[in-house]
């Protein structure tokens, strides 16, 4: 059976000038997730690689252009799932890990717990020696610059949100 891979770039608008670099940064990521399927890799290694793609591109809200949170820090979620078993991991509130997708999968595969969030994630990072990044390193100057106007009197968050791959709540109807 041939292998198949589908990845998309998140929820919500994309304005045209970021068209195509979101529409490279999806197909980057497939082809480096099928690479594996390709050569007998499990799905789960195809997933976490092509997660671990769009994490590495500021075109996706995702580790480095992630949405800034109130204080203007990058503070991440990621979960993945194990298909055949049912297990998962995720982490919550993660800072200063550039993948945080693999930090999820170390929580489904190296403890009992399914989440670990904040300070917890931050330990288990270093127990695992998942290396840190400087926070400064993931953001980007399009981060800020949202991070900026959000923070103007009368702004509207989701307004200045809209064109990224998701909110920084993960959904786009707040209605």
Not at 25 to 44: M, P, Q
Not at 95 to 124: Q, S
Request: one cysteine or more.
């Amino acid at each position: 059976m041939k292998p198949v891979i589908v990845v998309h770039g998140g929820a919500g608008r994309i304005f045209k000038e970021r068209e195509e670099g979101s529409r490279a940064g999806v197909v980057r990521a497939a082809l480096r997730g099928y690479g594996i399927l390709k050569r007998g890799g499990s799905a789960l290694d195809a997933v976490e690689e092509a997660v671990r793609s769009m994490e590495d591109d500021p075109h996706f809200n995702a580790g480095c252009g992630s949405v800034l949170n109130e204080k203007g820090e990058v503070e991440m979620d990621a979960i993945i799932m194990d298909g055949k078993t049912l297990e998962s991991g995720a982490v919550s509130a993660v800072k200063c890990i550039a993948n945080p997708i693999k930090l999820a999968r170390l929580v489904m595969e190296k403890t009992k717990h399914m989440l670990l969030t904040d300070r917890g994630a931050h330990l288990f990072a270093q127990a695992m020696g998942i290396p840190e990044t400087p926070g400064e390193k993931l953001i980007t100057e399009r981060s800020r610059e949202r991070w900026k106007k959000n923070l103007e009197p009368d702004s509207n968050p989701e307004e200045f949100q809209n064109d990224y791959a998701e909110t920084c709540l993960g959904r786009t109807d707040r209605r």
